[in-house]
């Protein structure tokens, strides 16, 4: 894949010219492939994307390990790729995914489980679809 | 809003600690309220959460312009945000949004209208759902 590109080429031509940032990364969002859900938003460097495309599951770039991260590897969690897109400058991946078990950390089903709400003094959130699937002590063998 | 707080804290309380990288900037993912179609994937400055919230309408920070940006503010296509969530760890924002004309700048719907797909050497694009809504030439005055 080509990382340098004109800008009327990355966003109108058909060849993947992906744009990283100045970490080497791209923003990954994923959705569940049959409910439209919003699971989780990560990133991906060069090689995880290879690994998502050639693979059909995803492998993510953890910023706070610093380490290439096969989504599932431990917790078994993993995502199958039913549709990969780009957005219209190639510096965001889209995933729709088959997950298996719970997307997120916490052993919610998304990362989204609470709400944003104006509030006296800024913001207050809500808890909303914050059941836990799974038991992240028991899945990850830690707090 | 505060920004510095423990894993815990963040992940399973109820006030807004949102993770701001390196650069100062929170990922934020816009989907269509009505139909669920992912939007666009931009960043989100302090500045910008906090006029997002309070205005309920989508503000940005725009990382090539390193300018806070209104959505909206020169092609009149703004987002309404019905509902905004954030993650486990508050280093991204979803906001569910009535997007008036088209999400991207290409005149688009959606910014996400090629798909990625394995091919000989790496992937290829295709387009798909890429009719423009609009001509951005006319909404933007330039090519």
Known sequence: MSTSASSDDREEGLSLQPKFDASGLLTCVATDAATGELLMVAHMNEEALRRTIDSGEAWYFSRSRQALWRKGETSGHIQRV????????????????????AACHTGRQSCFYRKVEPAEGGAKLTFVDAGRLVDPKAVYGKD
């Open 82 to 101: 039913v549709e990969m897109r780009t957005d219209c400058d190639q510096d965001a991946i889209w995933i729709r995914v088959e997950q298996t078990g």
